[in-house]
């Protein structure tokens, strides 16, 4: 019998084409060039209005599936590996040689929330995070153009030096406890759509003795599609088979690449009452730790490729 989810959860390109007229075999410079203004080419054909993160709650969680898989029906022959050959993606990610499977964990809106827009009173905050940002950062908070869960880092508070920056967070319930256990299962990362500096001192708060979390990846680690939204390519890791490596995170969107790959929660905003990592948790360990292949189990449970198949007959 299929478990119930809602219970669990609350509910390769052708060189010829680029090169068709040269007889010489493009250097590798000239290839991973070449496989970037595909990837940009496919992409820009692609015009989504992505759904904001904020619409995946339990009572709206089917409504959120088949809008955000429809969406992702829309990219499935993308060629996302193609956006890996930008030499800036790869920067500091870790050669990972574990024996246990690997976790990642989305951060914001998944483990924490930050209160960039200010809509809650300071007394009400778990934690107040300083962190300094780049100039880099403050343009992209006049921008604002990314639609991600993780994108809201870049809407920061005034200042009050030239470069630290202040933010309140609400962390999920059971989040340390989450941590300490699934460390005794898996390698833990983060993989976020955040910046460096604000993550670093989200993390830091979550895990001060920099024991639960192994290793981190930010928003350069990330595929920016089209500003539509970010995707987090699990190919980045160069030495890992697919088959033993999970994300958690609240953005379908963040699985593109990898749709098998992700377990889908929903998103934390300041709900004392939340219990989502609880479930996550009973799921990661009573399924996924014992599992040969994730993409296998996930597919059982969740049926994400089977929906975005049927929303692709029914065009």
Not at 42 to 61: H, L, T
Not at 216 to 227: E, H, S, V
Not at 249 to 255: A, G, K, P, T
Request: glycine content about 2%; charged content about 30%; proline content about 2%.
């Amino acid at each position: 019998m299929k478990p119930n989810i809602k219970k669990l959860f609350q509910k390769t390109l052708n060189i010829e084409s680029i090169y068709p007229e040269s007889k010489e075999i493009p250097s590798q410079n000239d290839l991973s060039r070449a496989h970037l203004e595909e990837f940009k080419r496919q992409s820009s054909n692609i015009v989504i209005f992505p759904v904001e993160a904020k619409d995946n709650i339990a009572e709206n969680y089917s409504q959120y599936l088949a809008k955000t898989l429809t969406h992702l029906s829309q990219i499935k022959d993308i060629n996302f590996e193609y956006a890996l050959e930008d030499g800036k993606i790869k920067e500091g990610v870790p050669n990972l040689s574990f024996d246990k499977k690997i976790l990642l964990l989305d951060l914001d809106e998944t483990l924490i929330h930050a209160d960039f827009d200010e809509e809650f009173s300071k007394d009400e905050y778990d934690k107040i995070i300083k962190f300094k940002a780049k100039n880099e950062v403050e343009d992209e908070k006049r921008e604002k153009n990314i639609e991600d869960s993780d994108s809201t880092s870049c809407c920061l508070s005034e200042a009050e030096d030239d470069d630290i920056h202040t933010v309140g967070i609400f962390v999920r319930n059971g989040v340390k406890d989450f941590l300490e256990e699934v460390n005794k299962y898996f390698e833990v990362g983060i993989f976020t759509a955040s910046v460096k500096e604000y993550a670093d001192a989200v993390i830091s708060f979550l895990d001060p003795e920099n024991k639960l979390i192994k290793f981190r990846l930010y928003r350069n680690n990330c595929i920016n599609f089209n500003d539509w939204f970010t995707v987090k390519d699990l190919r980045i890791f160069n030495n890992v088979d697919l088959k033993k490596i999970v994300l958690l995170d609240n953005s379908m969107y963040s699985f593109a690449s990898q749709i098998n790959n992700g377990i889908l929660i929903n998103t934390f905003i300041n709900d004392k009452s939340d219990n989502e990592l609880y479930n996550a948790l009973e799921y990661l360990i009573k399924y996924i730790y014992p599992a040969e292949d994730i993409r296998d189990v996930n597919e059982r449970f969740f049926s994400f490729q089977q929906i975005m198949n049927d929303i692709i007959k029914c065009k």
